[in-house]
Nanobody, 125 residues
Framework: QVQLVESGGGLVQAGGSLRLSCAASGLTFSSYSMGWFRQAPGKEREFVAAIYWSGGGTYYADSVKGRFTISRDSAKNTVYLQVNSLKTEDTAVYYC??????????????????WGQGTQVTVSS
């Protein structure tokens, strides 16, 4: 059974930082890449970042480039999202997701087969 469990969200002031974690189990990791998405109130879920398990290539939405960093620890089966220089518009529920090789574009929700329950990030002004 595949499980993705996010943690690390919270309330932070603008300009602050958080480190989000996603612990994965039940996957053959060499066959999956991982992504982070977010959903703000009243808005659609959007792509934030993705990383390949094999090779570690990383990709980011334009809105977070230079502020967010996705990384992985293969030994711990965990993916991280370091979020720096937070803005109030970064307030959202952040989800991690797993995408099998060849499942479609890395920035599309439908390309990901497995999702976590989400972790709330709230940025105050």
């Amino acid at each position: 059974q595949v499980q993705l469990v996010e943690s690390g969200g919270g309330l932070v002031q603008a300009g602050g930082s958080l480190r989000l974690s996603c612990a994965a189990s039940g996957l053959t990791f060499s066959s999956y890449s991982m992504g982070w998405f977010r959903q703000a109130p009243g808005k659609e879920r959007e792509f934030v970042a993705a990383i390949y398990w094999s090779g570690g290539g990383t990709y980011y939405a334009d809105s977070v480039k230079g502020r967010f960093t996705i990384s992985r620890d293969s030994a711990k089966n965990t993916v991280y999202l370091q979020v720096n220089s937070l803005k109030t518009e970064d307030t959202a529920v952040y989800y991690c997701a797993a995408r099998a090789a060849g499942s479609g574009p890395r920035d599309r929700l439908g390309s990901y087969a497995y999702w976590g329950q989400g972790t709330q990030v709230t940025v105050s002004s």
